[in-house]
């Protein structure tokens, strides 16, 4: 508790960029279940590919070291941009591949479920074995090793007695709030979004009102695996690692945020992953750091007792036709 | 080493048909005794487990080129690491290779294993690298090794920062493994018995984040940080514990004597990290005239320095051949000789105590530097710059 008490900023910074990405990458499992009412496991996986297409990138700039300034901000722009677009696009060719099929033919979300599962372990092996051994130039028996990637020189930008933010932090906490708020305009106030929101709502009645649903879905795919994407760019800003299994616990810890939030809900996808970060941290501040876990699903567990629905608790298609 | 595993039930089913007829005889054919190496030749980890068979492959050929009376066969056994693939070699060895002794098993977990089979058997074997302290406490009477465990480890490396570097704060990390967290509690036992306070976190190996536990060392503020897991954590470890502004001298045990410890804390991020182990590793021949040969004789054979555990399998089979050359050709006179054996060994005095655990109680240590591990000495001497 003492702990707690002489470190409180610390670990309030540490929770809230940790949450951060936990919010963004909550969005792809809160919008697919919104619009298909299916829980898209291998959702963890498109992270993991936008990990590495962010790596992949700072390779092909030849691994900028101590990038400042606007050089910075551009450059992460780009590599947000990458890891949206690799992640973006392989979400959407899951969608096709493994999804869309079993729903032309009627099959049921259990069968879909399997799918993910199936889809998730299918992509991890894939890049384990073949994808990263080819693109990093490895033996193939070292595909499953973490695979470095540094670019930016960290050093605190505020301090202020026990306060102190560092710019990594400050720029993966305010990135992810800007794609938040940036995702909310976006389906509330365009045709698109509002296709997204009908579809949640009712998927037959949208249909008859001139939705092409097949499109919306390809749509929420991309948006959400997008949103992966850009987490991945800030998580390799943050912990410059990635592997191929990367995406599993913080997949989990991810939906976990969606369900905390509410699923369906892309505001409770924020609030859910903030307040999941923020319990991991003050939790292993006061229990240690081998309890994180078991705080963040004690607080899923308690919150869904008194609140079934999540913190916010409406989803999608209430959000407001 | 540090992988340790769950014994299998099969382990237990497989004693009846192990301890088959003529075993005890085995191993004398006319003028040649084999000897058997068993461990991961070819599987992920076996990195690590080369540099021993090409040790005891050394001390063979040495031997055999005196042309002696009684020749010894060396004849390996590819395991994998696995348990469940082991026994069955296991069983091969005694029963068609009629082996009189065996190096290895390498791995802590698959010795739990191939153990009992080896002990029903009567084959007296000697691991050159399963360092989990249970192994010692089954009464197994054929079952030898010749690294020191994990709590001789654990008490080297505390009395290490305690006494050399004098620090007064240790933090103290574990990976909550079957392997780090004893290693960790070991060392924080024994700082705190030489008047050190500590404090300490663990860390969840699947986990990237370690910034909880980062603020925590802040606040503790320590001169030594030591981490009882495996070199990928390890180096992630220190590098956010660097990034977060956390000062301390970081060691760790044999689990990070890797060269992917410097790598995963990025450039010289590692540089001063302090690692124990039981190991010798001595390219150079710096620890002394039994050393210096050994490294340049290995380095003659198989064009490469000696490696993790090389030394140690290189002693294994110094036992064996000190065995066979005091005319015992059977499993079993082998077995009562190695219990009597007294003498000078590249890594340690080569001598057991009744368990079967290695008298010599060194632990080395080794400092980060690049991407390099020099040795730097032996732990009771060792001094840090």
Not at chain 1, 157 to 168: A, C, K, R, T
Not at chain 2, 238 to 253: A, D
Request: hydrophobic share 45%.
């Amino acid at each position: 508790m003492n702990n707690l008490i002489s470190q409180f900023w610390p670990y309030t910074i540490d929770g809230l960029s940790l949450g951060a990405i936990y919010a963004l990458v909550a969005l792809g499992y809160t919008m697919v279940y919104g619009v298909l009412r299916l829980i898209n496991f291998a959702h963890s996986e498109i992270f993991m590919i936008g990990t590495f297409a962010v790596l992949g990138m700072l390779h092909l700039f030849g691994m900028p070291s101590n990038v400042g300034g606007f050089a910075l901000v551009g450059l992460l722009i780009v590599l947000a941009v990458a890891g949206g677009l690799a992640s973006g696009g392989s979400a959407v060719i899951l969608e096709y591949v493994a999804y869309r099929p079993l729903r032309r033919h009627g099959a049921s979300r259990l069968a879909a479920l399997i799918s993910a599962i199936g889809a998730s372990l299918f992509l991890q092996q894939l890049f384990a074995r073949i994808v990263v051994p080819w693109a990093f130039d490895l033996p193939k028996e070292k595909g499953a090793l973490p695979i470095q990637g540094h670019f930016v020189e960290k050093s605190d930008v505020i301090h202020i007695g026990s306060f102190e933010l560092s710019n990594d932090r400050l720029i993966v906490i305010v990135g992810a709030v800007l794609m938040m708020v940036l995702l909310d305009v976006f389906v509330n106030r365009t045709k698109l979004g509002r296709g997204i929101r009908a579809t949640a709502q009712d998927p037959e009645t949208a249909v008859l009102m001139g939705v092409n649903i097949d499109r919306i879905v390809t749509a929420t795919f991309a948006i959400g695996g997008a949103m992966a994407g850009v987490a991945a760019a800030l998580y390799m800003l943050r912990f410059e690692e990635t592997r191929f299994d990367v995406g599993f616990l913080l997949g989990i810890k991810a939906f976990t945020a969606a369900v905390l939030g509410g699923i369906g809900n892309l505001r409770g996808a924020l609030v859910g992953g903030i307040v999941l970060g923020l319990f991991e941290m003050y939790g292993s501040a006061i229990f240690g750091s081998e309890w994180q876990n078991v705080v963040a699903f004690s607080v899923l567990v308690l919150v869904l007792m008194f609140r079934p629905t999540g913190i916010l608790g409406e989803s999608l298609q209430q959000a407001r036709a | 080493m540090k992988f340790t595993g769950v014994i299998a039930v099969s382990a237990a089913l497989a004693l009846g048909a192990s301890a088959c007829g003529d075993s005890g005889s085995g191993g004398s054919k006319g003028d040649t005794v084999t000897i058997g190496f068993l461990g991961d030749l070819t599987g992920e980890n076996s990195g690590i487990v080369i540099p021993p068979k090409q040790g005891a492959q050394l001390a063979f050929d040495q031997y055999n080129a005196t042309n002696p009376k009684v020749k010894i066969q060396f004849k390996t056994y590819d395991s994998q690491g696995k348990g469940e693939q082991a026994v069955p070699l296991v069983k091969q060895a005694i029963t068609k290779d009629k082996i009189a002794g065996l190096i290895g098993p390498t791995f802590s977990g698959e010795s739990a294993q191939a153990d009992p089979v080896l002990e029903e058997g009567k084959i007296p074997n000697i691991s050159s690298s399963a360092t989990n302290v249970a192994l010692a406490q089954h009464g197994w009477k054929f079952w030898h090794r010749l690294i020191a465990n994990d709590n001789v480890q654990g008490a080297g490396i505390g009395n290490f920062i305690a006494s050399n570097l004098k620090a007064k704060k240790v933090f103290i990390i574990h990976d909550s493994s079957e392997y780090g967290k004893p290693l960790a509690e070991t060392v924080k036992a024994n700082v705190e018995k030489a008047g050190a306070t500590t404090s300490e976190d663990a860390t969840d190996p699947q986990g990237s984040d370690y910034s909880a536990t980062v603020n925590k060392a802040k606040a503790f503020n320590p001169d030594a940080i030591f981490f009882g897991g495996y070199y990928a954590q390890a180096g992630k470890l220190i590098k956010q514990l660097r990034e977060g502004g956390v000062k301390g001298r970081f060691l760790s045990g044999d689990g990070s004597l890797d060269k992917g410890l410097a790598k995963g804390a990025g450039g010289t991020t590692a540089d001063g990290t302090i690692v124990g182990c039981p190991c010798l590793i001595d390219p150079t021949g710096s620890a002394g005239a039994a050393s210096k040969k050994f490294a340049q004789d290995y380095k003659a054979k198989f064009n490469a320095d000696p490696g993790v555990y090389s030394a140690e399998a290189y002693d294994a089979a110094t036992a064996f051949i000190a065995a066979v050359k005091a005319g015992n050709t059977t499993p079993e006179k082998i077995n009562s000789f190695l219990s009597t054996i007294d003498q000078p060994g590249v890594s340690k005095q080569i001598k057991f105590s009744s368990a079967g655990e290695p008298t010599a109680t060194d632990v080395y240590v080794y400092e980060v530097k690049g991407d390099q591990l020099p040795l730097l000495g032996n732990s009771k001497t060792a001094t840090v710059k």
